[in-house]
């Protein structure tokens, strides 16, 4: 437009731009998700600060998303009276910022084969999916902070976009307005059977209004005119035969087609924590966990919890488990995790990244309203208040319940036995070596239990029933998906076992063939083995479980049944002196490169073993330390 100046995109902006215009197995129709969820983002703004300053709503009052559609011009619009943007905000969040988001955005797609760019809202670049079905894209907005109001152009494919006053002048009260000019084969957005189901897919849980403009072809008498006024004399009912069929004849009105405008609001519902959870599916809470997870976390949650907390303090809360590591602990980038729930005081969303989880929860999302929070302070303020303790220990605990109630599940039943399975006599013949199902919990617990062990080492106040949620490889599990439990291995202990038996290493395998483990093969003692990194720190900060020490193989001070003990101690005193010359030989060859050279009392298959003393760091502490270069 007249007046406007252009902008170069920033580079980063423009390669994701490359990708978006050309990918080919994208499912285009999210494009409205993004930009009803923008809509969704600068409505909840302005509420939350008219909140306090009710006087921002000036003119504008009502907060809503409308979308229309013009089949003859092909464009779709989609309308809110959001907080808005002023010029300057225009150029900043539609193009020149390379937002960190860009670029591990491009980093995901080129880790996955297909240009599949359906995760793009979680990047923080989801306006750019309108490439997806424009050839050109048109925002105007009208901020309350600029007198003026602005358009944004920007052509599909130009490294170039245009910002300038909206030749049109203030059309906008206050907010944005989003015009696509559809590309050639983007017809089926013109379609309001097709928008509909868009829409209501996408906005079902959006807490603001969100209407269509329907387009409708009426058909209404045409006008009368003045001919039909000269017909008065007629209206005599008690003419002849003749006049009366006359009569009828004209009252049949000529008819003609008119074009009707309507908006119809699409979503009705939107607080589905509200709602009694009995009158939920589950696949309306999957929907709003793709809402809430932003598509990270995987497609559907595992599991969830509902329920109102009654007391003090009241709120409603949904919390979700993803099924699958969210994208930034995949990556292992603890310190990129959004770490947050939906906030909302009285169904005025806050914050939808609200820090009500501590870090080895992150991955938990969900939605929180509250009736008992104030609305008219900043949210940092808010996050300092005792009522947000409050509600945050509360959260935690039920967060734990949770993922308690996923680990004790009943193990699903095992498929009927298929028809290849079954021989002439009915019999099943299910060979031996048919993998076995898994306990669902096994399949999440193998994603997930890094994020336990860290929170059995950061949250004290929890850490008895952490504990319970770890699953451990032993000397005594089975294949690649049998665990056990702490419980489990304690309930299983020999009488005269008071420790519980951990082997820290780098691999099963290794810590398989070790000679450590002659000992405990010998006596039929279970050990644990800790693999994970982790592990080290899990032991160093856990140390026991319900009253039974972690008791580290490798290193001195492990003690067998006081039989077993005497029987060595004996034995022991007797080699000692008989082998003197040799520890005294191997002390001097060591010098101080050991402390001490002596009689081992568990030495099985190997004559000698390196062990660490039982206050210093194990060889494998010392072998992650390296690692990490500490
Ligand atoms: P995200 O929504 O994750 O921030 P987007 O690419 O979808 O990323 O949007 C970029 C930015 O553009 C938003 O953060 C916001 O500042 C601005 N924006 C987009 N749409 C609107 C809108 N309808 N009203 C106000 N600002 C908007
Ligand atoms: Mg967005």
């Not at 580079?11 to 930009?35: C, P, Q």
């Not at 979308?67 to 011009?73: A, C, G, Q």
Request: hydrophobic residues 35%; charged residues 35%; aromatic residues 10%.
């Amino acid at each position: 437009p007249e007046g406007s100046s252009s902008f170069a995109y920033e580079a980063e902006v423009s390669k994701m731009l490359d990708i978006v215009i050309n990918s080919l197995y994208t499912n285009k129709d999210i494009f409205l998700r993004e930009l009803i969820s923008n809509a969704s983002d600068a409505l909840d703004k302005i509420r939350f600060l008219s909140v306090t300053k009710p006087e921002l709503l000036g003119e504008t009052k009502e907060l809503e998303i409308k979308v229309d559609y013009d089949p003859d011009n092909k464009t779709l619009t989609v309308r809110d009276t959001g907080i808005g943007m002023t010029m300057d905000e225009m150029v900043k969040n539609l193009g020149t910022v390379a937002r960190s988001g860009t670029t591990n955005f491009i980093k995901a797609l080129s880790e996955s084969e297909k240009n599949n760019v359906n995760m793009i809202g979680m990047f923080g670049v989801g306006f750019y999916s309108t490439f997806l079905v424009a050839d050109r894209v048109t925002v105007a907005s009208k901020s309350n902070e600029d007198d003026t109001q602005h358009v944004w152009e920007s052509v599909n494919g130009e490294s170039n976009f245009h910002v300038g006053p909206d030749p049109r002048g203030n059309t906008l009260g206050r907010g944005t307005e989003i015009t696509l000019h559809l590309k050639e084969d983007a017809d089926q957005y013109l379609s309001p059977y097709k928008l509909k189901e868009l829409i209501r897919h996408y906005s079902e849980f959006v807490t603001h209004p969100v209407s269509l403009r329907q387009i409708k072809t009426v058909k209404v008498p045409k006008e009368e005119d003045e001919f039909n006024e000269d017909d008065e004399p007629k209206k005599d009912e008690g003419d002849d035969f003749e006049v009366t069929e006359e009569k009828v004849k004209e009252k049949e009105p000529e008819m003609e087609e008119v074009t009707t405008y309507e908006y119809e609001q699409i979503n009705t519902d939107p607080a589905i924590w509200a709602r009694d959870k009995d009158v939920i599916t589950d696949e309306e809470y999957q929907e709003f966990w793709q809402v809430v997870s932003k598509g990270d976390g995987g497609q559907k949650a595992e599991d969830w919890t509902h329920f109102t907390a009654e007391g003090n303090i009241n709120f409603k809360s949904i919390l979700y488990v993803p099924s699958e590591l969210p994208y930034a602990l995949q990556q292992g980038q603890l310190d990129q995790m959004v770490n947050g729930l939906r906030l909302y005081v009285r169904k005025v969303l806050i914050s939808d990244e609200f820090d009500l989880m501590p870090r080895y929860l992150s991955f938990v999302k969900g939605v929180v309203d509250s009736d008992d929070l104030p609305l008219n302070v900043n949210r940092e303020t808010l996050q300092e208040s005792k009522i947000v303790k409050i509600i945050k220990k509360k959260l935690v605990r039920k967060a734990i319940e949770l993922i308690r109630k996923m680990a004790t599940a009943p193990m699903p039943e095992e498929d009927e036995p298929t028809e290849a399975e079954i021989d002439a006599e009915g019999n099943s013949i299910i060979p031996e070596d048919k993998p076995k199902k898994i306990h669902p919990y096994i399949s999440w617990y193998k994603k997930f239990g890094l994020s336990l062990k860290m929170g059995c080492i950061d949250d004290s106040a929890n850490r008895d029933k952490l504990q319970k949620l770890l699953r451990f490889k032993t000397s005594k599990t089975d294949g690649e998906n049998d665990y056990v439990s702490l419980q489990e291995y304690v309930d299983r202990m020999k009488d005269w076992q008071k420790e519980i038996y951990v082997f820290p290493g780098e691999s099963m395998k290794a810590l398989k063939e070790s000679s450590f483990m002659d000992a405990f093969i010998e006596r039929d003692v279970e050990v644990i083995y800790f693999t994970d990194a982790i592990d080290e720190y899990y032991l160093g900060n856990v140390r026991e479980f319900s009253g039974h020490k972690f008791r580290d193989i490798t290193k001195e001070g492990v003690k067998f049944s006081d039989e077993d003990e005497n029987v060595a101690k004996r034995r022991a005193k007797v080699y000692a002196e008989k082998f003197k010359p040799l520890t005294k030989y191997l002390k001097k060859l060591y010098g101080s490169d050991v402390s001490r050279v002596s009689i081992s009392k568990r030495l099985g298959r190997a004559p000698a073993i390196v062990s660490a003393s039982e206050w210093g760091n194990s060889a494998n502490m010392d072998r992650i330390m390296r690692a990490q270069a500490w």
